[in-house]
């Protein structure tokens, strides 16, 4: 009998898209064969804490949280020997402590501490392999700043921009809100450079809203990103599934939100009831409840160029694993612009996936696949040499540490 591979799934985490984390960490874990896989769940709470439990692979266990971590095993990452593992954070102080070793890490965080590399640092330290982009990747990924220049400097068609920080906007309010005037003008589109979700995010079109939109955003981030409102604006949307040396897209999408920008509400309040359980998901329907049109109703020219752009900006920024880049394109002259790249998507964009033939438990396969390929590739490298430096060095007149 072949061995299940003990795949670690870890998400919440200190982020405003918490619960969007719960909800597609769900469906993931309903995607893995049992078969093949052993689950473990790990929850990180807002406060940054792991447990482990069974119950944590049930979306009911969260309806109250409070209850859910009582009943959990507080938990800690760690190595053991050639192995990361999870051990109980409250050791026992008589017998055998419980050593749960895994083969694999699935990060299903969106937003910041686990979107953002914090997490893959960790796995990283540890020697697992992980599925998604590296640490680089989606620090870079998750800054829409930084990514957008990256962007650029590829060629790869973005819309004009100016970044504030809060201590400039506090400092003097009206004079910032006179600077994005004239550098953007109204009607401008401000947001949070560092979250998603569509959290914090402000059409503006004079002075007031500018203002209020501002205050809104710097509740969430320290810099705010704004850009010119699109005319004639329609959403369409693209995954990517692969590495930086292959690479495949997905059909397209289009939201049909609710407002001229797409909100929080749109994407994860508008598809019935909320918390449904979503079938062989596992999970209730998160992203999935978003209402879109598959494929999106656009011309197979403009839907080749989108997948092409899609592809180039998964492997501007070193992305792997599954990614959804986000586009936006004006109605009438259908030119488009790279809004940003989800390197965790909500729901994993399995719903993009399973319509282009791609079933969610193969797409979580080739996720696990990816990450494995990606630690023996890693295995090849040299991270050191040997060298005689410590024994010939010198400190250059500066004094030594005192004598114990």
């Known amino acids: 009998m072949i061995a299940r591979i003990r ?3 870890f998400f919440g985490g200190p982020s405003v898209e ?3 984390s719960v909800i597609t960490a769900m469906q993931a874990i309903g995607a893995l064969d049992p078969q093949k896989y052993q689950v473990i769940p790990v929850y990180v709470s807002k406060a940054g804490d792991f447990y482990a439990g069974e119950h944590l692979s049930r979306l009911e266990s969260f309806r109250d949280i409070p209850a859910a ?3 959990a095993t507080p938990v800690l990452l760690v190595r053991e020997g050639k192995d990361a593992a999870l051990i109980p954070a409250r050791p026992r102080r008589f017998g055998k402590n419980p050593v749960q070793v895994l083969d694999v890490a699935l990060p299903i965080f969106h937003g910041t501490g686990g979107e953002d590399g914090v997490m893959q640092a960790q796995f990283e330290r540890l020697g697992l392999p992980y599925a998604g982009p590296n640490v680089t990747a989606s620090a870079i990924g998750m800054d829409k700043w930084a990514s ?3 962007f650029r400097m590829s060629g790869l068609p973005c819309l004009p921009g100016a970044r504030l920080h809060k201590s400039v906007y506090y400092a003097d309010p009206q004079q910032a809100v006179s600077w994005l005037e004239q550098e953007i003008g109204y009607p401008m589109v401000i947001k949070p450079y560092n979250q998603g979700s569509s959290v914090g995010i402000h059409k503006c079109r004079d002075a007031a809203s500018l203002q209020e939109g501002l205050e809104d955003a710097f509740l969430y ?7 010119p409102a699109v005319q004639h604006l329609r959403e369409i949307n693209c995954a990517v599934l692969g590495d930086d040396e292959s690479a495949r897209a997905s059909v397209c999408e289009e939201p049909l939100n609710a407002t001229d920008i797409l909100t929080y509400a749109d994407k994860y309040q508008s598809g019935g009831k909320s918390g449904k359980l979503g079938g062989k998901t596992g999970g209730s329907k998160g992203m999935q409840s978003l209402s879109r049109q598959v494929p999106a109703p656009i011309s197979p020219e403009l839907t080749a160029k989108i997948r092409q752009l899609a592809i180039d ?18 109605g009438e002259t259908q030119e488009v612009w790279i809004n940003e790249i989800n390197t965790i998507p909500g729901s994993l964009a399995f719903y993009l996936w399973e319509a282009s033939g791609l079933p969610f438990p193969q797409l979580m396969e080739e996720l696990v696949s990816l990450a494995l390929k990606r630690r023996r590739e890693q295995s090849l490298l040299h991270t050191s040499f040997e060298t005689n430096l410590l024994q010939t060095a010198s400190l250059g007149g500066c004094k030594t540490g005192k004598k114990v």
Do not use: N, P, T
């Open 221 to 227: 981030s320290a810099f705010v990103l704004a850009e």
């Open 313 to 330: 900006a998964f492997h501007a920024i070193g992305a792997a694993g599954c990614a959804r880049i986000d586009f936006l394109m004006d």
């Open 7 to 9: 795949a670690g799934v």
């Open 18 to 20: 918490h619960e969007v």
């Open 69 to 71: 971590i009582a009943k």
């Open 148 to 150: 957008k220049a990256l």
